[in-house]
């Protein structure tokens, strides 16, 4: 019943990898940007990456930049999140978010899933 449903995280030591998936029920997807945040105790949310369905591009967190690579299949109903090179600071519980149109303001995404737990530790 949740319009988006996330799944692939798991425990995994530091240089490892893995990759989240991000089910929606929506029809299309064309329309919507799609992101990837993140959140613990000691911090705030955090945003990740998000695809932006109005020009195309995806934009990463300075910490994740040539880690992670989000993408997206539209005719799936799915976006992906593929992380590699693990730290433990990406120690989080991972949430995917859509919005219409811009990836601007974490606060504007409107539609969240449960969030899936990942673990980086020796």
């Known amino acids: 019943q949740l319009p988006l449903v996330e799944s692939g995280g798991g425990l995994v030591q530091p240089g490892g990898s893995l990759r989240l998936s991000c089910a929606s029920s929506?029809?299309?997807?064309?329309?919507?940007?799609m992101g990837w945040f993140r959140q613990t105790p000691a911090k705030e949310r955090e945003g990740v990456a998000c695809?932006?369905?109005?020009?195309?591009?995806?934009y990463y967190a300075d910490s994740v930049k040539g880690r992670f690579t989000m993408s997206r299949d539209n005719a799936a109903n799915t976006v992906y999140l593929q992380m590699d090179n693990l730290k433990p600071e990406d120690t989080g519980v991972y949430y995917c978010?859509?919005?219409?149109?811009?990836?601007?303001?974490?606060?504007?995404?409107?539609?969240w899933g449960r969030g899936s737990p990942v673990s980086v530790s020796s």
């Open positions: 695809n932006s369905a109005s020009d195309g591009r995806t």
């Open positions: 978010a859509e919005r219409n149109w811009y990836c601007s303001g974490v606060d504007n995404f409107t539609s």
């Open positions: 929506r029809v299309t997807l064309s329309s919507y940007a």
